[in-house]
């Protein structure tokens, strides 16, 4: 026994405390940045956690710390696997994984789904599986809109679109870029930035917010509430932090760009495309246990962001403001990233 501790002992003088201490324990080693401006993590960390507040605090904790400083905690939160498909609005329902969502919205039209979830396994054992649980059929699926160009949330739009005649819209440069792969889907529609687009009486708005990805595309959704109270959602295209300065920049400049649309509409809903942005799964839970007869419900739609002033007036345009301090918040939190990288981003 003295002996082991000897060796070890004299093995972490040799390889450096951190390295001694995963061969010690068998565990992953913590997560370190040796290049970190501290001043500047403090900062920025700081400040996301005042604009956060108490309402976006668990927002502001998977994507300022638990996404940045303990992956091993994030990658398991977003593990592949199966969540109950769910109905979130009248018109707006989850039908992805806990890896990887796909929100499918209700329209006079058929339906349109947002991502398309990995391969076309997924697509047809999850999300149109998920569609017939929820007694949605799959023959009025309609469209399906890529967020950006990555094969999570494309991997399934061929088979959706071969399988379906589903029509897959995507932005120009997320196009081309898909087309550089294989297993793409045929191009369809192709929206640009800040084009309105009207399907079974329901007008989209879509914004191309480069940054995660160059084809990122974010959507302005109107849904609406049991009892006929409208509300808008917006699903922002990727935020995923990329690695370099360049595109930090840009992410932070699609963000603030965001910000002034959503605000203007009165975004009130947040949607992500990963359930670790949007906490989709705790929210999820509650609207599954809503209680509510056929028109009206006691408790509130969990996806919606009001945020209650005391002594002001119902129609305060503080209950707006919450998804434009989320936006906010996202853009410290690529900041509290760069500087635990040492990258230096313009103010
Ligand atoms: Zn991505």
């Known amino acids: 026994m003295k002996l082991t501790r000897l060796t070890m002992a004299l093995a972490a003088l040799a390889l450096g405390a951190s390295a001694a201490t995963a061969q010690v324990t068998s565990l992953p080693a ?3 940045f040796p290049n970190e401006n501290a001043e500047l993590v403090t900062l920025h960390l700081n400040k996301a956690r005042e604009i956060a507040g108490d309402d976006l605090f668990l927002l502001y904790q998977q994507r300022c710390i638990i996404d940045q400083a303990f992956p091993i905690v994030d990658d398991d939160m977003q593990n592949a696997g199966l969540v109950l498909p769910t109905k979130a609005f009248e018109d707006l329902y989850f039908v992805g994984q806990n890896g990887v969502s796909a929100w499918l919205v209700k329209t006079n039209a058929g339906y349109v789904v947002f991502d398309a979830l ?3 396994d997924e697509a047809e054992n999850i999300l149109v599986d998920g569609m017939k649980k929820l007694g949605l059929n799959p023959a009025e699926l309609r469209f399906v809109v890529v967020t950006h160009e990555h094969r999570d949330h494309y991997g399934g739009a061929k088979y959706l679109q071969d399988t379906y005649g589903v029509q897959v819209v995507a932005s120009e440069v997320a ?3 898909m087309e550089r792969a294989t297993g793409t889907p045929v191009r369809n529609v192709t929206v640009a930035d800040g084009q309105s ?20 595309l974010s959507t302005i959704i109107p849904v609406t509430d049991k009892g006929g109270k409208s509300h808008k959602a917006a699903l922002y295209g990727g935020f995923g932090i990329p690695g370099n300065v360049t595109n930090k920049v840009k992410q932070i400049q699609s963000l603030q760009r965001f910000g002034v649309y959503t605000q203007a509409a009165g975004v009130d809903v947040i949607i992500g495309n990963h359930q670790v942005q949007d906490a989709s799964l705790a929210k999820m839970d509650l609207a599954r246990h809503r209680r509510c007869d056929a028109n009206t419900c006691i408790d509130p739609n969990p996806f919606v962001i009001e945020k209650t002033v005391a002594g002001a007036k119902s129609t305060s345009p503080e209950k ?8 906010q918040v996202q853009e410290q939190c690529i900041r509290v990233n760069a500087a635990r990288n040492g990258q230096v981003l313009p103010l």
Request: aromatic share 22%; hydrophobic share 40%.
């Open 118 to 120: 990995n391969n076309a």
């Open 197 to 216: 687009w009207t399907v079974g009486g329901k007008t989209f708005q879509f914004f191309v917010t480069p940054g995660h990805t160059d084809g990122s």
């Open 320 to 327: 707006f403001r919450v998804y434009s301090r989320f936006l």
């Open 30 to 32: 913590a997560k370190l």
């Open 175 to 177: 196009w081309t870029s």
